[in-house]
């Protein structure tokens, strides 16, 4: 079963960066499309970004997307997520896991999540 591990989260202010990293153990972790989620307190869990198998192939939310980037590094078991652009509107729990499919943006179509990490944007 695939363990996946957060990282990267932080105190960030309004404008700043973050770069969010998910380390995947096991050896078939090329087999399996990621996604990026995010949960605030109060607040049902929401897709962020996926990429397929490859790389190749990204999907953001309009959210996020012009400031967000997915990428993966297969090699390395990794998955990352630059955050750029915050606003205190970003600040949640994220979280990274696995689907069958990048084109998945609903979390009852993933299956292995990790614990998440912390992001939160001053004002």
């Known amino acids: 079963q695939v363990q996946l591990v957060e990282s990267g989260g932080g105190l960030v202010q309004t404008g700043g960066s973050l770069r969010l990293s998910c380390a995947a153990s096991?050896?078939?972790?090329?087999?399996?499309?990621m996604g990026w989620f995010r949960q605030a307190p109060g607040k049902e869990r929401e897709f962020v970004a996926s990429?397929?198998?490859?790389?190749?192939?990204?999907t953001y939310a309009v959210s996020v997307k012009g400031r967000f980037t997915i990428s993966r590094d297969n090699a390395k078991n990794m998955v990352y997520l630059q955050m750029n652009s915050l606003t205190p509107d970003d600040t949640a729990v994220y979280f990274c896991?696995?689907?069958?499919?990048?084109?998945?943006?609903?979390?009852?179509?993933?299956?292995?999540w990790g614990q998440g990490t912390q992001v939160t944007v001053s004002s």
């Open positions: 896991a696995t689907s069958t499919s990048y084109t998945y943006t609903l979390s009852q179509n993933y299956d292995n």
């Open positions: 096991g050896r078939t972790f090329s087999n399996y499309a």
């Open positions: 990429i397929n198998r490859g790389g190749a192939f990204t």
